[in-house]
């Protein structure tokens, strides 16, 4: 189904499928993955961001920079009103994230934590974790995420 387009996987479906071919999910949807240049340090993201994966009412997840030379990967997530990964995550790695907008609940196998403007989180991706915004407006995160 997923083939045909008949059905949407799941985040943790992309994780799946990601991993068996050795790529991270935002390596999976790149259709350009090797073309921005090697020493391009400096980006635009109405220019260099490209939004990888969009869950309506829930959150959208923009790929800052693309480039395999590129241990890090980063990402702006914009979670909407009540929206979020309502499925846990649990992968190899690292990951750090800075509240650019608005409150978010991230949990953290079964500890949760409430986050605010300017407030940050970093944590070994083993743990099962999910985020949600907990305020009325949309919620911002630079998301950092540096696989092992």
Same mark, same amino acid.
């Given at each position: ?14 994780? #799946? ?12 949807? #790149?259709?350009?993955?090797? %073309?921005?240049?090697? #020493?391009?340090? %400096? *980006? #635009? ?29 980063? &990402? ?8 979020? &990964? ?35 989180? &970093? *944590? ?20 950092? &995420?540096?696989?092992?």
């Amino acid at each position: 189904m997923l083939e045909n387009g008949r059905a949407t996987p799941s985040l943790s479906t992309l994780k #799946d499928i990601s991993s068996f071919f050795g790529l991270t999910i935002a390596d999976f949807f #790149d259709r350009d993955y090797n %073309t921005i240049e090697n #020493d391009k340090c %400096t *980006f #635009d993201f109405e220019v260099d961001a490209e939004l990888i994966y969009s869950k309506k009412g829930e959150f959208n997840l923009y790929l800052l920079h693309k480039s395999r030379n590129y241990k890090m990967k980063t &990402y702006l997530v914009e979670l909407f009103p009540n929206g979020g &990964y309502s499925q846990a995550l649990k992968h190899d790695g690292e990951e750090q994230g800075f509240v650019l907008e608005g409150e978010i609940e991230l949990v953290l196998d079964d500890e949760r934590f409430k986050l605010g403007v300017h407030q940050y989180f &970093y *944590f070994d991706s083993s743990k099962s974790h999910k985020v949600r915004n907990i305020s009325s407006n949309i919620s911002r995160i630079l998301w950092i &995420y540096l696989p092992k």
